[in-house]
């Protein structure tokens, strides 16, 4: 436990806390769109839910650091590639991902008359959809901390620290979203490139996630501004003679 406090582990666990709140950004958005779907007496439950099954996937893999390890190991050759089992649950992942923000901006655009019984879906169906991309993204998270730290109980306070972080934020997150449509639209479309960019993982060709963050994050800049614009613009038409 001492060695936890030793100088270079808490630049360490710093760093990896860091980087996993930013890795775990993408889930916070997809477990908030989901639950929005829910009545909002239940929001709130399945979004803590949701960041608790995120916390147990995660903690559960790095115990069980030589099955992951193992993952990296060719199962099959596709196209000349070899596929691991690491891979095939990104290529999966991001299938899934691409597909679920799909028929999400799909059901916005096109049978928004019927949002009411779109909002209605099940609690179970909610949840089972939000831990099968927890264990997406929770396998990303972890091969990462493996590769940053070799200390398991750096790996572990990290993990239970920026899970506590976006357990604190996600309401906000979730609110903010569901307030704005666009914002919401938006999400939708960074969930599928995400979704595109762990495919390509899989298929080992490597894009620099520094692009894709930048690029979320000049988005949602334009946004808000876009948002802070038509709010000054509102309020003068409602105020003409001022």
Known sequence: ???????ENLVALLTLTLLEVVLGIDNVIFISILAGKLPEQERKKARLIGLSLALGARILLLL????????TTDLFTLLGMGISGKDLVLIIGGLFLVAKATHEIHSKIEVDEHAPEVRRAGFTSIVIQILLIDIVFSLDSV?????????????????????????AFAGTIGAFVERHPAIKMLALSFLILIGV?????????????????FAMAFSLGVELLNMRFRKKTSVKSSNPGH
């Open 1 to 7: 436990m001492d060695s936890l406090f030793a100088s």
């Open 64 to 71: 069980s650091l030589s099955w992951v390890m193992r993952l």
């Open 143 to 167: 091969i990462t901390a493996v590769g940053m730290v070799s200390e398991i109980s750096i790996m572990i306070t990290a993990v239970i620290v920026s899970i506590g972080i976006m357990m």
């Open 197 to 213: 960019m762990l495919v390509a993982q899989g298929f080992d060709q490597k894009i620099d996630k520094g692009y894709i963050y």
